[in-house]
């Protein structure tokens, strides 16, 4: 592989729209750290790997698109990405995108990014590597090749020329019961996570939210037998849609379902409640405020006893 950095980030970049987020409440802001949070994914001009200023990893985190075709099982209300011209291409290029996480993976351990406008006045302890991310501008358990994708990434850790770096997984949990992609987080080790995507408490606010013709029977079925192997994290997001936000009753419904999961015995780290920070593709939803999302994660704290935060 080579070790050109500097010829990688180079390369002619592909998906990922412009995008603008709120730093997380308790971090630094200021104009460098709102063009820190908001980069679009191909600003290093890479085709697979990209680096953010993640609220929810609380710092960097570089991400590895596993959707250069935008392919997704969902079409959620608030999702920034552009699915009326899709990418092109389902299977990630392996071999290119390890020259590109190897190369990225030096700029940081060097201090480079500090060579990007956006990146220079980011506090220095933002700019400590968190995770390496499995995301991308779609599902990234939908790529063809995920397996592949993800020994490549634990083969580049293993060979230990950076530092080391935690996986987590970011998916919506509707493929965690096929067989290659069982077997592929299976290789994950204990201190990796996934996390996975719970929006709604019932299939009409799915239906709403998410858009998608997969049941919320199913996306509880695959968390909790997830669950039950390893500890997860869920992810859910409650936009602000044509004004309004989730009614009393679906966060009551939501937080059962949460319950339900953990007496089941699935093996909840955390839950991460937020709202849309970038503005969608379909603009008919915006940023549930702050309060009423931090009543939302008070009730799963109350109801469930897990662990809730807001970012």
Known sequence: MSNDKASTLRRPGAAGNAAKSAP???????????????RPRNSLNNRFVYAVISQRARGLSIGVNLNPDQGCN???VYCEVD????????RVDVRGMAQELESLLGVVAEGGLRRFAWFRTVPSELLELKEVALSGDGEPTLCPNFKEVVHEVLYIRSRAR????KIVLITNGTALDVLEVGQAVRRLTNEDEVWIKLDAGTQRHMNQVNRSEVSLKKVLANALAMGKRRPIIIQSLFP?????????????????RLGELKVAGAQIAMVQVY?????PHHPNCEHLPLAELSAIARRVRTVTGLRAEVF
């Open 24 to 38: 997380r409440p308790g971090m630094p802001g200021g104009r460098g750290m709102e063009t820190a949070f908001g």
């Open 162 to 165: 950076f530092a080391h770096f």
């Open 83 to 90: 699915r009326d011209n899709p990418g092109k291409g389902k």
């Open 74 to 76: 969902f079409n959620c």
């Open 240 to 256: 602000l849609m044509d004004g309004k936000g989730p009614s009393p009753e679906e966060i009551e419904q939501y937080v059962r």
């Open 275 to 279: 709202s849309a920070h970038r503005p």
